[in-house]
């Protein structure tokens, strides 16, 4: 199944893309301070913040991406685990990559910048 999109549409995917990328780096930096940090409170209110950020990011970018109602809900259930819920963001992360490549968008590190597009 080969989903086109307009450039309004890949102007969104490429905005949504880059604040996955940064609930990516959330995630990681969660991962790492639930085991470096003391105070478990904290730890939780960082927890819960860095999810709220992934659960909004994945949302965006799968509504643009043109996922099913389905498929969404299951991945978002998935990144209550939290190894799991990286390795979802990495595949989010790659299905963007791979829709705006073949778009010939040049995407960079943190993403293709949407004003480019």
Not at 11 to 23: F, I, M
Not at 64 to 71: E, F, G, I
Not at 83 to 106: E, P, Q, R
């Amino acid at each position: 199944m080969n989903i086109t999109f307009s450039r309004l549409e890949l102007q969104e995917v490429a905005k949504y893309h880059r604040l996955l990328l940064w609930s990516i780096l959330a995630a990681i930096a969660v991962n790492l301070s639930r085991v470096s940090l003391e105070e478990p409170s904290i730890g939780l209110f960082v927890y819960v913040a860095a999810s709220v950020l992934q659960i909004f990011a994945l949302y965006k970018l799968g509504k643009s991406l043109k996922l099913s109602v389905t498929s969404m809900v299951l991945l978002m259930i998935g990144l209550l685990v939290p190894i799991l819920g990286l390795l979802i963001l990495l595949f989010m992360h790659d299905k963007a990559m791979k829709v705006m490549k073949s778009a010939g968008v040049k995407v960079g590190f943190m993403g293709a910048a949407p004003n480019s597009i």
